[in-house]
């Protein structure tokens, strides 16, 4: 079995900073893409960001230059370094994961339980 684990979301004022992290455990033998995802309520859930393992990275066009997603493979984790936030950054965030798993040699993607972000005066 895999788990998920986010943590790091809160509430903070325009123009906060808020870094979000999600470590996957379990029986895993390789890591391939991590993504970010989030979903404001009312609304459909939108990808924020991805890298891959080798460290190519994509971004949402809203939260380019003020977003960072980076990756420790040593901790099998991603994170999101979010700066300047705005009101429409609130959202649920959710870590997304490519795995393969030593069992079968089968890949499987995971998501992490979700963490609330609120952006807010």
């Known amino acids: 079995q895999v788990q998920l684990v986010e943590s790091g979301g809160g509430l903070v004022q325009p123009g906060g900073s808020l870094r979000l992290s999600c470590a996957a455990s379990?029986?895993?033998?390789?890591?391939?893409?991590m993504r970010w995802y989030r979903q404001a309520p009312g609304k459909q859930r939108e990808l924020v960001a991805d890298?891959?393992?080798?460290?190519?990275?994509n971004y949402l066009d809203s939260v380019k230059g003020r977003f960072t997603i980076s990756r420790d493979n040593t901790k099998n984790t991603v994170y999101l370094q979010m700066n300047s936030l705005k009101p429409e950054d609130t959202a649920v965030y959710y870590c997304?994961?490519?795995?393969?798993?030593?069992?079968?040699?089968?890949?499987?993607?995971?998501w992490g339980q979700g963490t609330q972000v609120t952006v807010s005066s």
């Open positions: 890298i891959t393992r080798g460290g190519r990275i």
């Open positions: 379990g029986r895993i033998f390789s890591i391939y893409a």
């Open positions: 997304n994961v490519d795995i393969l798993i030593p069992d079968g040699m089968i890949t499987n993607n995971y």
